[in-house]
């Protein structure tokens, strides 16, 4: 028998304050301050302690303090303001999308990730991806875009990283109680949690489905440790990227299939479906099999499913693209591809890698959509060298994957000092405007004073949380107390301090600065010009070349010399994320270029008035301008990583030694700030804020994504005809007769004369098809830019020569002299392909050897 029985005291939230309770269930208060103070003025000391967490405030927050709150005139006020502001958001019928697109009634965008991060009270993210997918639901609500977030939702979330006396990185995996997350399940018309079924290699597993609310968005998340599963099924959504390669294809297959299912069990019905990285790409082969059960073939459904789909890639580097292997996917498919209509051979080449013959799912992805993006303008080029295999013979350009550029959601990671700077400055509604250049513009006008001393005050706060976390983690590795001192001594607000926080992937090169110890050491021991460098992050706990990076700076953080002035901190998640991209003075972003999709730690550091040092990759290499930050290295490739790593060392350390250190510490006049220094600010927040927000690339996504996806698929659907059965009959054609299409010239072109206007003649064999069919083109291009064609030029069809032959005439206009080449295409053409290689076919006229 126990001494002690288990009791549980809640306080009664008083009737005047009742809406709180649900109001804590909408994550739209956590962008915005005057809510945020709904809570912390209940109890300031207690929302430190639960982190933010209006869940667990509610639950412990005295019965008295309720009470006394329910009674105070200023909070009632304050209550009663944040109330109507937040029923005038949820109702607003002026939003931007029913303005753009008034007639767009069953628009309905599903947005598949297996990461979203939208606040730190719902610990399911790791990293960029997760935070993107975060910032990416706060704006379609901002900006009342149709669309469901789909996800999983994780047991034990991500790691809480700490560092051990040696620096070695310690994975620790709680277990959350969902009952003190801002989540609630979603329930069946008898009040029961709804569920949703897969079947998994012979047996079935279970999710139930639990809702987060962000404004007037919801992300439904799947969870599998219910009672009905077995052990090995419950933990399926017990880790984000945590097990093997067979719990990564477990979680996906219940992220793509049951997350359709789900939709479907709620009744929601997308119009677009978004895949936002390869993880999810397991939706299609639902979508298909719905179909094909509804009583399409396995060709009309494929087109179907693709003709609304949307893939986005985030992955510069080939090898870090999902694959499995044969054997693996025959484990949990050999069931359901059956459902789909097939035989193995032609289910798993919607997959086939055919240099390692595995299972990829961004090549799934790719074939069960038809739009198809990066997310930045290089990561798009990148993008294309990547995948050019996958549309063989296709000029690298027109391979049809574009890009939208990321952006960050201003408003969730704004430091409080700079929105009230705004506020003051740019108008009381400078939110409702944050992709306008003309409102950015008047920044210039804010005294330089004043925007220095938001940022000191930016910088203290930083140093404050910095000192905790070191000393909380020097006392529990038991670290001497005169060291911890020392280290908390030498953080000085006023010195120079740099910033790198960011995944500990080797190719993001965090020791890079280390690379010449002796240079470094001078830099930070300039007791006249002093310098700081934070450092945070997480290595995959896979990752093992990543965590002896942190080990190393750790190592180095403990030297006697750089006590203070090299820094590491613990538990890189949101809180932290918001004090480092505010309370620094520089950015620093090194990655091996190409390497860096897009990053957005950069932008939210731009919005806070912070300086970009970085390499010119992802974002940073449209966003710089020469005189809003400064860059490491050159804007080129290299072959030899080595090679790669000294030449940007020494860029960076030439330019800290000569431009940033000098910039900075250019104080005159008896200002404990640079004028000079302030000016870059001020040019970073105005040429990079508007840009790089959500706000912009939510509506780039719509304009140029979703709506030409569901405008395309209406068409598709329209009319009695079956216009897939249409497009899938034409495909067949084409492949049948592709191969025995021979192209030849039957009037040269002169190689060299002083025209600038040139005539040819081209004699095509069709086969069986018709010249409907195709587009014939000449392409000129200048030597030596063979990837960057001057004109394509279509060539008319001027003569029959037989039932299969057809003569095809034009002229090639040349812009100026100089030394050219011209080839001859022809292309599939249809107007119902959304775009022109679509199908991956070209053939090309072969000229003779000089």
Known sequence: MGRFR???????????????????????????????????????????????????????????????????????????????????????????????????????????????????????????????????????????????????????????????????????YPSYDFDELPISLVKDNENNPLKVSVDLHSRKAFAQIWNLKVGISNIYLLDSDIEE???????????????????????????????????????????????????????????????????????????????????????????????????????????FHAKLGVNWDVFFDLGRDPIDNKFSMTILAFNLSKSYNGVSKLHGEVSRKIWQ??????????????????????????????????????????????????????????????????????????????KKNIEKRNRANGIPEH??????????????????????????????????IERIKKILNNSDRPVILFFAGKAHPADKPGQEFIRQIYHLSMQEEFLGKINILENYNITLARYLVSGVDVWLNNPRRPREASGTSGEKACVNGVINFSVLDGWWDEGYNTKNGWIIGEDKDYENYDIQDGDDASSLYFTLENSIIPEYYDQKNGDRFSNKWVNRMKESIITNSPQFSTNRMLKDYVNNIYIPTFEYNNKMNSDSDDKYSQLVEWKNKIKANWNNIRIREIESINISNNELELSGKIEVFLNELDPKDVKVETILVQEGYEDEPISITELEMVDKVSNNDFVYAGKIEIPKGGVYKYAVRVRPYNELLLSKFENRYIKWMAFPEM
Request: aromatic residues 12%; proline residues 4%.
């Open 6 to 172: 288990r009791i549980t005291v809640k306080s009664e939230v008083p009737e005047k304050l009742k809406k709180l309770e649900e109001f804590s269930y909408n994550l739209w208060w956590s962008w915005k301050p005057q809510a945020q103070k709904l809570f912390s003025h209940l109890d300031k000391e207690l929302w430190y302690k639960v982190k933010h967490n209006p869940l667990r405030m509610l639950k412990e927050i005295s019965q008295n303090k309720l009470n006394e709150k329910s009674n105070d005139v200023e909070y009632i006020k304050l209550f009663d303001k944040v109330m109507k502001e937040y029923n005038e958001y949820v109702s607003d019928k002026n939003v931007w999308f029913k303005r753009k697109y008034p007639k767009q009634k069953d628009f309905l965008v599903a947005y598949f990730c297996t990461e979203f991060g939208v606040h730190e009270t719902v610990p399911v993210y790791s990293g960029g991806l997760g935070i993107l997918a975060g910032d990416h639901i706060k704006t379609t609500s901002d900006l009342g875009i149709p669309l469901v977030g789909v996800g999983l939702l994780y047991k034990q979330g991500y790691f809480i990283q700490k560092f051990n006396c040696d620096g070695q990185q310690e994975s620790i």
């Open 483 to 516: 060291i911890t001192n020392k280290i908390k001594e030498k953080m000085n607000p006023n010195a120079l301090i740099i910033g790198f926080a960011r995944r500990f992937a080797t190719y993001k090169r965090a020791t890079l600065i280390f690379r010449d």
């Open 389 to 466: 295999d996958f549309w063989k013979d296709i000029p690298v350009n027109e391979i049809p994957i574009t890009h939208v550029t990321n952006g960050i959601h201003t408003e969730t990671w704004i430091a409080k000092e700079f929105r009230e700077l705004y506020e003051k400055h740019l108008g009381k509604k400078w939110t409702e405007t944050i992709n306008s250049d003309k409102m950015w513009k008047k920044v210039e006008d804010i005294p330089a004073k004043e925007m220095w001393e938001s940022h000191i005050h930016r910088k203290k706060r930083l140093i404050d949380i910095a």
């Open 229 to 335: 599963n077995l052990p090995e099924d419950r933990i399926l959504t017990s880790q984000l990227y945590g097990g093997d390669n067979e719990m990564r294809l477990t979680q996906e297959y219940f992220l793509g299939i049951a997350g359709v299912r789900a939709l479907r069990k709620m009744n929601i019905s997308p119009t677009v479906w978004h895949m936002n990285e390869g993880h999810s790409a397991f939706l299609g082969l639902e979508r298909i099999r719905e179909l094909v059960e509804g009583g399409k073939s396995f060709e009309i459904a494929k087109e179907a499913v693709a003709s609304s789909a949307v893939f986005t890639t985030h992955t510069p580097v080939p090898a870090g693209h999902d694959a499995f292997n044969e054997g693996l996917m025959r484990k949990y498919f050999t069931e």
